[in-house]
């Protein structure tokens, strides 16, 4: 089983839709968690970083972590077109926090 | 701010040959890490250089090694070119370690190397 495990989509919307990713992890040693988009052909960037269960909002997107289950989700409103992309959940540990741990990603597209 | 920067974009080599991937590191930071990111796939950690020194590394042969300059650049070398080495190579850079945040990584836009 790998450590982390992201819905492999891909997912299609309609602009102006909502779009949900999620994640879980069985490693409960886990406390830094992470989104990062990535365009096609490029690096990844990162999106939201939080630390601790609960929400946090950056503009459109919105990063929920529940560390009792294990689970993490990005949030997307009002899609637009240019959040077609690659989106990656990460995370680590304190004690290797040098090391991420990725999920596979999950490719979206949003239909103009 | 000057943002994390790789050389070559591509690469073709063949099967038993050695490669030197290159990255400078973000403007601030002294902490560089590479990953293997396969067609389809997440990152997979390989090694951290911090200090010139490496500073944790994933499950990978011995045959990926790296060097970490003064100036905070960093090379990875990877001997015996196999086919499955074929991937998108990342670096990323972090801030030092002793001063926290190491956890949130800067990536370039990667070397996409290709073994026949």
């Known amino acids: 089983q790998k450590e982390v495990e992201q819905d492999p989509g891909p997912l299609s919307v309609p602009e102006g839709a909502i779009v949900s990713l999620n994640c879980t992890y069985s490693?409960?040693?886990?406390?830094?968690f992470m989104w990062y988009r990535q365009y096609s052909r490029k690096g990844p960037e990162l999106l939201m970083y939080?630390?601790?269960?609960g929400n946090k909002e950056d503009g459109r997107f919105t990063a929920q972590v529940d560390k009792s289950s294990k689970y993490i989700s990005l949030f997307i409103r009002d899609s637009q077109p240019s959040d077609s992309a690659t989106y990656l959940c990460?995370?680590?540990?304190?004690?290797?926090?040098?090391?991420?741990?990725f999920g596979a990603g999950t490719t979206v597209t949003v239909r103009a | 701010e000057t943002g994390v920067t790789q050389s070559p974009t591509h690469l073709i080599k063949t099967r038993g040959q050695q490669v030197t991937l290159r990255c400078s590191s973000q403007?601030?930071?002294?902490?560089v890490s590479w990953y293997q990111q396969a067609l389809g796939q997440g990152p997979q950690f390989i090694f951290q250089?911090?200090?010139?020194?490496?500073?944790g590394r994933g499950n990978f042969p011995p045959r990926f090694s790296g060097l970490q300059f003064p100036n905070y650049s960093s090379e990875l070398n990877v001997n015996a070119l196999e086919l499955d080495d074929s991937a998108l190579y990342l670096c990323?850079?972090?801030?030092?370690?002793?001063?926290?945040?190491?956890?949130?990584?800067?990536f370039g836009p990667g070397t996409r190397l290709l073994v026949l």
């Open positions: 939080t630390y601790s269960s």
């Open positions: 990323a850079s972090s801030l030092d370690p002793l001063a926290g945040g190491q956890e949130t990584q800067y």
């Open positions: 990460a995370m680590t540990d304190p004690t290797h926090d040098y090391k991420l741990s």
């Open positions: 403007s601030g930071h002294n902490t």
């Open positions: 250089y911090y200090r010139e020194e490496e500073n």
């Open positions: 490693n409960s040693a886990f406390q830094y």
